[in-house]
Nanobody
Framework: QRQLMESGGGVVQPGGSLRLACIAS????????VGWFRRGPGKEREAISCLSSSDYEPYYADFVKGRFTASRDSAKNTLYLQMDKIEREDTAVYYCAAVYGTFFNPIGVCSPSHARNGMDVWGKGTQVNVSS
C-alpha cells in the first residue's frame, strides 16, 4: 500500500554536504503534508522540516535553518533534503513522513505529537554519521 523509502545517508565530515531522497509509492505526495524527522543517539525523534500540502515554503527547526533545504518534486513523487554545513550534532537516523490533508501552517505538521508517531506514513529511516 502506501510506502516511503529514504536513501542517500552515509558518513560525512563536519562542514560537508549530503542529499537525502524519499520516494513515495502507493499514493501521491500532492495530497499529503510532509516532513523530515530525525532521531539522534540517546534522543527522541524530532522534527526538522515540514511542508503543508497548501504551502510553497517549508518550516524549518531553528537548528537547521540556513543549512538544510527541503523540497518536493511532484513529477517524481519524491521528497529531498539537501544538507549543507553539516555539524557533528546532525548524526542521526533521518526519516521522511507524510500525513493526509492540509494544515494552516507547516509548523503544525512538525508538532511533537507528529514527530513521535502521529504521521500516517513513515519511511524506515537512513543513517547519517558525522565524523572527522
Amino acid at each position: 500500500q502506501r510506502q516511503l523509502m529514504e536513501s542517500g545517508g552515509g558518513v560525512v565530515q563536519p562542514g560537508g554536504s549530503l542529499r537525502l531522497a524519499c520516494i513515495a509509492s502507493g499514493f501521491s505526495l500532492d495530497d499529503y503534508s510532509v516532513g523530515w524527522f530525525r532521531r539522534g543517539p540517546g534522543k527522541e525523534r524530532e522534527a526538522i522540516s515540514c511542508l503543508s500540502s497548501s504551502d510553497y515554503e517549508p518550516y524549518y527547526a531553528d537548528f537547521v535553518k540556513g543549512r538544510f533545504t527541503a523540497s518536493r518534486d511532484s513529477a517524481k513523487n519524491t521528497l529531498y533534503l539537501q544538507m549543507d554545513k553539516i555539524e557533528r550534532e546532525d548524526t542521526a537516523v533521518y526519516y521522511c513522513a507524510a500525513v493526509y490533508g492540509t494544515f494552516f501552517n507547516p509548523i503544525g505538521v512538525c508538532s511533537p505529537s507528529h514527530a513521535r508517531n502521529g504521521m500516517d506514513v513513515w519511511g524506515k529511516g537512513t543513517q547519517v554519521n558525522v565524523s572527522s
